[in-house]
């Protein structure tokens, strides 16, 4: 890396500064009631860099919930518990179709596209309730993501989950659609229970880039720190994010920014710049495709002026 602490810290704030004065904000999402309450204002952005150092500009404390970003860790998890054989109840292609379609699903004999998409981060979950009870295995999710962040006060959000179970109706068609298949083992109530309380995650942008790193520096925290995953593992969720972390906007958004990323509907994206940085930004109005407005902005600029594409 060739940037010095105080050229990220600029970028970082000249990208909040920008936020501040740009207009368009997106829409906040509002199919889950408790998401309809964020305020579009808010923009915040995390980089934490191989040495563990964390630098932040904007409302990079406050927690909200991460939403699809959690499909990263489910997926890490998944494949930790169920090996390769994921991958013949989901498939690895990008969907060009919204995060929520039900329409590929029926063309495709109920085998999700991929497993970022809302179908395929369902049959992700199911996976692991094949080892865990769902009590058990949301403690497993739950205490993977603190010992990724090394931060034992995440926690999940109970009033968005309750707001999700009460309104998820669409996630409830997608995983009845996917039992009728027999792409769904447990049953559609506590996969879907399992689903919406992992989305319901709440983290700020400090403590997901915190938890992002195993996927920058492959697969372990940092240098000094631990393995978390196999690189092998963390160099292939990385490379689904790049195809697929953003739905329908997932090649628009390579072309803008050019580095694996995972966003979310609360307005949160979790980036990957291989072997420098994790960085997570958040601001939750939502451009057409369910993703961060400001958030990929800031990411675009941060990216550019730091010259951490990937390409
Ligand atoms: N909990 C949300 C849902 O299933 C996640 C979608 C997203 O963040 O893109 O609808």
Redesign the pocket.
């Known amino acids: 890396m060739s940037q010095s602490l105080d050229e990220i810290k600029s970028a970082l704030q000249r990208a909040i500064e920008r936020a501040e004065q740009t207009k368009e904000r997106g829409k906040v999402a509002a199919y ?1 009631p408790e998401l309809a309450k964020a305020d579009p204002q808010k923009a915040g952005i995390a980089v934490t860099l191989a040495n563990g150092e964390t630098i932040s500009a904007g409302d990079c404390n406050q927690q909200t919930t991460i ?2 970003v959690s499909k990263v860790f489910t997926l890490a998890l998944a494949l930790g518990t169920v090996g390769d054989r994921l991958w013949s109840r989901v498939g690895r292609e990008p969907s060009g179709s919204a ?2 379609s039900i329409l590929q699903l029926e063309h495709e004999n109920g085998v999700p596209r991929n497993p970022f998409v ?1 179908a395929g981060a369902i049959v992700v979950t199911d996976s692991i309730l094949t080892s865990y009870q769902p009590k058990e295995a949301l403690a497993q999710i739950v205490s993977f993501v603190r010992a990724l962040a090394e931060d034992e006060t995440i926690h999940i959000d109970k009033a968005v989950a309750m707001s ?1 179970t009460q309104t ?1 109706h669409r ?1 409830r068609a997608l995983a009845h659609y996917l039992a009728s298949h027999g792409n769904l083992r447990d049953e559609v109530d506590l996969t879907l229970g399992v689903y ?1 309380h992992q ?1 319901a995650l709440s983290m700020s942008c400090v403590q997901l880039s915190r938890a992002g790193r195993f996927l920058a520096f492959g697969g372990g925290l940092g240098p000094q720190n631990g393995q978390m995953v196999s690189a092998k593992r963390a160099k292939r969720i990385a490379a689904i994010m790049l195809t697929c972390g953003h739905y329908d906007g997932s090649g628009d958004f390579a072309y803008r920014v050019g580095v694996p990323a995972k ?4 307005g949160m994206i979790l980036a990957v710049v291989p072997h420098i940085a994790s960085i997570a930004v958040w601001s939750p109005g939502l451009n057409k495709h ?1 993703n961060s407005l400001i958030g990929t902005q800031m990411l675009e600029q941060v990216v550019n002026e730091l010259d951490w594409s990937i390409f």
């Open positions: 889950i939403q699809s995060f929520d809302n999700e998820g996630n919406f989305c966003s979310g509907v609360s369910g």
